[in-house]
């Protein structure tokens, strides 16, 4: 259990330092850092940050490319969904545009009319 716990500090002190170095460049965005905890999360899967570095089994290999198929499947399917309700929501600011222009238009017209009085 030592080892595992040795594994997941050295796994945290290495994404803190590279999202920190991220953050110092000047060039933070969210989907960087996200490819930097994914790439994280494989690095640590993998055996990177074990102190035993014996190389990765064909099971453990295969249950990587299984668990990889399903998170990707899962990413591609969550990013349809923001995409679709961005969509929607553009459609509804579009039509909320269009409002606010006609009703900035009907109370000129009305102040318009109020001063000509």
Not at 28 to 33: A, F, N, P, V
Not at 47 to 58: P, R, V
């Amino acid at each position: 259990m030592g080892d595992f716990l040795e594994s997941l500090k050295r796994k945290h002190s290495a994404l803190d330092a590279e999202i920190e170095e991220l953050k110092a460049s000047g060039e933070y965005r969210w989907s960087t850092e996200n490819a930097l905890r994914a790439g994280n999360e494989v690095s640590w899967e993998t055996g990177e940050f074990d102190s035993n570095t014996e190389n990765i089994t064909e099971i453990d290999r295969d249950g990587l490319l299984i668990r990889t198929r399903r998170e990707s499947l899962s990413g591609a399917l969550n990013s349809g969904q923001a995409l679709d309700k961005i969509c929607l929501l553009e459609a509804e600011i579009e039509k909320l545009s269009r409002r606010s222009l006609a009703l900035s238009a009907l109370i000129v017209f009305l102040l318009v009319v109020i001063v000509l009085k």
